[in-house]
C-alpha cells in the first residue's frame, strides 16, 4: 500500500494489537467505528441497533483506551492509522466503510488519503484536520502525564455537550467522566494529545476518494462548524451536515438526526 505520492506507507512504529469488537450479520459489509479522545466504543450505542442490522460493526479502541495497549508516546495520527490497518489484516477486512469521531475521524482522513483502496466510504464527525494551538495538547498532556485523567476530566467532558443536554442528562455526561477516569490510561490519551498536537492532514484531503460525509455540531466549542467545511472543501464531492443544538458529541445528543443522516450516507 502506498500514499498518494506513491511512497511506502509512513509508519513510524510497529502497529499496536488494539482491543476491538466484531459484532453484525455475517457477510454484510463491514463498517469500522472510531472513537472520539477520551471514549470506548461505548460511543456508538446510540448507533448500534441501526448500523448493526446493514453492517459488520468493526469497534476499536485507540491507544490506551479500552484495554488497547499504551506504549510510551508521543504518537502520531499515522502510528493510529497503522494500528488500524493491522487491524483490518488481523480481521481479513479487504476493504471498508469507515466512520469516526473527533480523533477517530482524524484516523480515518488518514486511512483515506493512504490507503484508499481500503475505504469505501468515510463519514467524519465533529473532527478537525489541523487542530491547533499545538500548545494546547502539549499542556494537557503533561498534566495528564503529571497528575492523571482526573485532573482534566471534568473540564474536558463538558465541552462534549451543550448546557442544556447536560441538564437534561446529567446521568449521560457522568458516565462519560467515569469512562474518562477509568478506562484510559493517562500515557494512552497523553500520546493521543501529542498526535493531535503534531497533526496537519490538510494537505491529504484532496487525495481523498472515497465519497464523504462531514458532520458537525452546530454548537461544538472543540471543533466548530468551520473545521468540517474545510475538510468538506477540500474533498472532492464531499457533503457537509450541521446539526442544530449538537456540541462536540452529536451522535450522541442528537442520536436520532446523526442515524439517520450516517445511514443515508452510507446507502448511498
Do not use: K
Request: glycine share 10%; with cysteine; charged share 15%.
Amino acid at each position: 500500500m502506498s500514499e498518494p505520492g506513491g511512497n511506502a506507507l509512513p509508519r513510524r512504529g510497529t502497529p499496536v494489537e488494539l482491543s476491538a469488537r466484531m459484532s453484525g450479520p455475517s457477510g454484510a459489509p463491514v463498517l469500522v467505528l472510531g472513537n472520539s479522545l477520551g471514549t470506548t466504543i461505548e460511543l456508538w450505542e446510540p448507533q448500534l441497533d441501526a448500523l448493526g442490522r446493514r453492517f459488520r460493526l468493526l469497534r476499536y479502541e485507540h491507544r490506551g483506551h479500552g484495554g488497547s495497549p499504551a506504549p510510551p508516546g508521543p504518537y502520531a495520527i499515522s502510528d493510529l492509522g497503522a494500528d488500524v490497518l493491522a487491524l483490518l489484516d488481523e480481521f481479513e477486512v479487504t476493504t471498508a466503510y469507515y466512520a469516526g469521531v473527533s480523533l477517530g475521524g482524524m484516523v480515518g482522513m488518514w486511512l483515506a488519503a493512504n490507503a484508499p483502496g481500503r475505504i469505501e466510504a468515510l463519514a467524519l464527525c465533529c473532527t478537525s484536520a489541523y487542530l491547533q494551538p499545538a500548545q494546547l495538547w502539549m499542556d494537557r498532556a503533561a498534566a495528564v502525564r503529571s497528575h492523571g485523567l482526573g485532573s482534566i476530566s471534568r473540564q474536558v467532558v463538558g465541552r462534549w455537550f451543550t448546557a442544556a443536554y447536560e441538564a437534561a442528562h446529567p446521568g449521560t455526561v457522568a458516565r462519560f467522566v467515569t469512562t474518562l477516569e477509568r478506562d484510559v490510561a493517562p500515557e494512552g490519551y497523553a500520546g493521543c494529545c501529542d498526535a493531535i498536537a503534531a497533526m496537519d492532514l490538510r494537505p491529504l484531503l484532496t487525495s481523498i476518494t472515497a465519497p464523504t460525509l462531514v458532520v458537525a455540531g452546530a454548537e461544538d466549542p472543540a471543533t466548530p462548524p468551520w473545521h468540517g467545511a474545510v475538510i468538506a472543501s477540500a474533498i472532492p464531492g464531499a457533503r457537509l451536515r450541521v446539526i442544530r443544538g449538537a456540541a462536540h458529541l452529536a451522535n450522541v445528543s442528537s442520536a436520532a438526526e446523526f442515524t439517520a443522516t450516517l445511514l443515508a450516507h452510507l446507502d448511498g
